[in-house]
Antibody, heavy 120, light 109 residues
């Protein structure tokens, strides 16, 4: 069974940093792109970032480019989202997501999310 | 990286059919055959219901069908059931990013 368990969320001041982790299990981690998707309170889904199997390709939404970094530790089957220069509009539930089939065209499995609140 | 455009809400009665539209551009929906749809029940995690425009993951009933024409995509739901009431999101692969629609709330009257 595919499991994605996020951790590291919390309350942080504007301008601060936070690192989210996502522990993956139940599948061959090195075969799949991994993504982060967020959802602000009461709002829709927003794609944030993705990394390919060996992290040679990483992509970001314009809204986080230059502030967030996605990375992965294949030995520990964990994906990370390092978030910096946080702003109030980064407040959201952050989902760790595995692509459906290894081809990076659909988001097949979702974690429960880690809540990030940016506030003074 | 502009969001795809979906209607805020649609509604239908049990047994009827509804269609949710998703309008993109030549950079996303119009450029790739990789449109996917997700439903999100209140307080729950989103789940994939259609991928690659028309394909359904196992367990998703064939009452749910997807299509695409030009820069737009659609999700059709036939034989509406009360359990279909949910938020629905379209998403498109767009090369070096992915983009979601704003979401559509489906109400089953």
């Amino acid at each position: 069974e595919v499991q994605l368990v996020e951790s590291g969320g919390g309350l942080v001041q504007p301008g601060g940093s936070l690192r989210l982790s996502c522990a993956a299990s139940g599948f061959t981690f090195t075969k799949y792109w991994m993504h982060w998707v967020r959802q602000a309170p009461g709002k829709g889904l927003e794609w944030v970032a993705r990394a390919n199997v060996d992290e040679s390709t990483t992509n970001y939404a314009d809204s986080v480019k230059g502030r967030f970094t996605i990375s992965r530790d294949n030995a520990k089957t964990t994906v990370f989202l390092q978030m910096g220069r946080l702003r109030a509009d980064d407040t959201a539930l952050y989902f760790c997501v595995r692509d459906r089939d290894g081809y990076n065209t659909a988001l097949g499995y979702w974690g429960q999310g880690a809540r990030v609140t940016v506030s003074s | 990286q502009s969001a795809l455009t979906q209607p805020r809400s649609v509604s239908g009665s049990p047994g009827q059919s509804v269609t949710i539209s998703c309008i993109g551009t030549t950079s996303d929906i119009g450029a790739y055959d990789y449109v996917s749809w997700y439903r999100q029940d209140p307080g729950k995690t989103p789940r994939l219901i259609v991928y690659d425009i028309t394909e359904r993951p196992s367990g998703v009933p064939d009452r749910f069908s997807g299509s695409k024409s030009g820069n737009s995509a659609s999700l059709s739901i036939s034989g509406l059931q009360p359990d279909d009431e949910s938020d629905y999101y379209c998403c498109s692969f767009a090369g070096d990013y992915m983009v979601f629609g704003g979401g559509t709330k489906l109400t089953v009257l």
